[in-house]
């Protein structure tokens, strides 16, 4: 009998200390936090920019030539030699082909920079979207962003 009333008590005790079920009260939405994202101009002169354009469209012509020239010309095949001749040029041709790649792609960031001029935002970073400094950008035109952000990008992670 005393048994009986002990498992009363802890069953009361139980349901006396149960949390009370949670009420459905609907709240009302969050309000979306406006975000808005600070959008930078080009400190650039109209002065500044073709000047900026004469230099990428010089360098642009001189990269096409050099790259045509290139294209077309061919090393003199070595008829007769011995196996560190062909090895020489087969080395000579593979430096040729990189050099040509690389400057295709400094070639196609020039068109980049140029196009960029023509929908206005040229001289802006292209992670950050500050403006590139007049300094960096006359040393090279081409450039896609500002130190900083460069800085970040060669940087090794550790």
Same mark, same amino acid.
């Given at each position: ?6 498992? +009363? ?8 200390? @149960? ?12 309000? +979306?936090? *406006? ?6 101009? &080009?400190?650039?002169? +109209? &002065? ?25 010309? *061919? ?9 560190? =001749? ?16 690389? *400057? ?13 001029? =023509?929908?206005? =935002?040229?001289?802006? $970073?292209? &992670? $950050? ?9 006359? @040393? ?7 130190? =900083? $952000? ?9």
């Amino acid at each position: 009998m005393a048994k009986k009333k002990a498992k +009363k008590n802890v069953k009361k005790s139980v349901k006396k200390n @149960a949390p009370k079920k949670a009420k459905n009260k609907l709240k009302k939405p969050a309000q +979306k936090a *406006e975000i808005k994202a600070k959008v930078y101009k &080009s400190a650039l002169t +109209k &002065s500044d920019l073709k000047t900026l354009r004469n230099i990428l469209i010089e360098k642009r012509d001189d990269l096409s030539g050099v790259v045509m020239q290139k294209k077309h010309s *061919e090393l003199p095949e070595n008829e007769i030699g011995d196996e560190v =001749d062909r090895a020489t040029s087969s080395v000579e041709k593979e430096m040729l082909f990189e050099l040509t790649n690389t *400057e295709k792609m400094i070639l196609d960031t020039i068109e980049a920079a140029i196009r960029k001029m =023509d929908h206005s =935002d040229f001289g802006l $970073c292209e &992670s $950050c979207g500050k403006p590139v400094s007049l300094k960096r950008l006359k @040393a090279m035109p081409w450039v896609r962003y500002c130190i =900083d $952000c460069q800085k970040t990008f060669e940087t090794p992670e550790e």
